[in-house]
């Protein structure tokens, strides 16, 4: 396939960026970080899988990261007399400023904001040109090309592309992927300087190709290649490197190294492997130890200094791959030395009780396309907050994002994408097998972050069958991530079937899920069930307390807020409605020495898609019950929860 009627330029060394957005680092090979200008095309309700594809009938330049059916608005500033407020209301009637000085014209009529279709409604909708593509799903084209040396073989590293992607280098397929994890992709060698990239993405839900995304999902999915790209340009005709390196701590100066070589290398007999810590030489200085590859090795950290959420501390590990000499490649890991684990109904951190204090997550703000500054963003405000916790829902969370979490002491729970899945999921082989290959993608990609003490999965699935098929899912992934996590996190997944759940056995810890409340959106408040918030969650506790004593966490638990909507506080959708059923529920588990900890829901407000969702349970097409609207601006819940965790520490 040939770009036409567009010329894309050939992106060298030189242009592309060279160093990676985050750890590891590869010191040993020619990196080129893809983001940028890519050729774009889209080809509705094609195959995929077809080859050849059919000529698109016109490319355009996009930039990547990009999720094509989630693009900004355009706004058509001419129409408004000040450009600052047409910008930043002009898609106020597809539901996702949340800008309160953009709601001039609504009403609440029964529970339901009503937008009323005035003149000044048609006005904004005038000032608001949505890209072609939004909110469309089909199949569309990447391509571009990278100039390397000929006879490399190279690898293809992709942080996340959904819903499915197929990937091709020179014409040939190189992979077929479904779901939202980091994979990496072998590129064979080729005579000549040019590799061009295609990467087919289907952002439709099908559930015998990619059933491990579904349109019923309580957040909107978009397509694309929503996260970094890379091309590692390897030195020689073989792929010959290291695919990677597991760090477990086992005390507070000593770890397990679990080395993995490709399976190139496997073979081969003259390859040296070689460590050092905190390498600062960025692998030109070798060291004399050697480590086996395919083998775990004790090793000693030297100037060892524990990873605290108070005191963060990170060290560095470099391995180095070495033929008669010549480094082949490096391998530089950042970890931290801490231990997780559990006592009784208590979470120990490095041998001490923990409590976990803080909010679900999800890694988007209008799009899953999120920048390096907002994720800082994120990362302070709910440190503003007090918070220590953060569930990232409902999938692999951004690299990059761990790696802040990491130099900021946050704690994180990471988990296999999945929501609501039922016996027929877990009885489909497909379905099984992709979720099992995110568990182990998502468990080599997070393996060196200390952050990350959980690994979950299966969000609110249809734990309350003990059938065959359900009881062999859920051991099956919780050994799987046990086993490639070097038995350094605890497992478990957030159950909303408390008092019912019989799958409980295969965690480590229990987590539920209540919305005590709030659901029906429709019913008036009744004030009663917000003073039995505390006693409910007790009696959770002790029912689960029959399946043996572990741990306990509240996973969610929340009500819904719309910004900028002031009320009674015994109003559904007030914002003061809100912050009263969070702080009720955030106070239940400060207060209790038998619940470990909380994880809100949730941090900011969400996408969701209006196809399967409607306005009395998700009005404006969000999921209205972040403590922060979608762009961040904290709602009175904010505030709220700000207080109880000061007190909680004892400093408010």
Known sequence: MRIRALHLALWTASAWPTEPPHYPHYHGRQVFILNGSW???????????????????????VEVPDAFDLRPMDPNCNCW???????????????????????????????????????????????????????????????????????????????????????????????DHAGLSPFEVEVPSSVEERRRILVIVDNTFNMTTHPVHQPKYDWYQA??????????????????????????????????????????????????????????????????????????????????SVWHTATPSLHRLSVALFREGEMLDCYCARFGLRRVGTRGDQLLLNGSPLKLLGFNRHDMVDSPVVTYDQLVTDVLLLKDLGANFIRGAHYPQDQRFLDLCDEHGLLVWEEVLGWQNTVSDFSDPTFMAQSLRMAEEMVRASANHPSVIFYGFFNEGESFDDGEATSWAYESMAAQLRRYSGQSRLISYGSNHAGEDRQLGSVDVYAFHLYLAWYPTTRPVDKQEVDEIPSIWEQVRLWALQAGEKPMLVTEAGAGGVFGFRGPVVQKWTEEYQALVLGAHLSSVTTSAHIAGISLWQFADILVDRSVSDEQHRPRGLNNKGVFSLYRSPKLAAAAVKSVLQRAEGTG
């Not at 889209?42 to 355009?60: N, S, V, Y």
């Open 81 to 175: 007399p000040e450009r600052e407020q047409c910008e930043r209301c002009c898609d106020r009637s597809f539901g996702h400023r949340g800008d309160p000085e953009c709601w001039g014209d609504r009403r609440y009529l029964d529970g339901v904001w009503i937008y009323e279709q005035g003149p000044h409604w048609q006005g904004f909708e005038a000032c608001c040109r949505p890209d072609p593509l939004r909110l469309r799903r089909g199949t569309a084209l990447y391509q571009t090309e990278v100039e390397a040396s000929p006879n490399t073989a190279a690898i293809l590293h992709f942080a996340a592309c959904t819903n499915r992607c197929l990937v091709r280098v020179d014409g040939e397929l190189l992979a």
């Open 223 to 304: 397509g694309g290649l929503i996260r970094s790209v890379q091309f590692h340009a390897l030195k020689g005709p073989e792929p010959l490197y290291i695919a990677s390196v597991g760090i477990w701590p086992r005390s507070e100066a000593e770890v397990d190294v679990e080395l993995q070589a490709s399976a190139a290398a496997a073979r081969q007999t003259d390859l040296v492997f070689r460590y050092r810590f905190d390498d600062d030489s960025r692998c030109q200085e070798a060291a004399r130890w050697e480590l086996l590859p395919g083998a775990t090795t004790r090793l000693r950290v030297p100037e060892a």
């Open 39 to 61: 050729a774009f095309a889209f080809l509705g309700q094609q195959d995929p899988a077809a080859w050849p594809l059919p000529e698109p009938h016109a490319w355009e330049l």
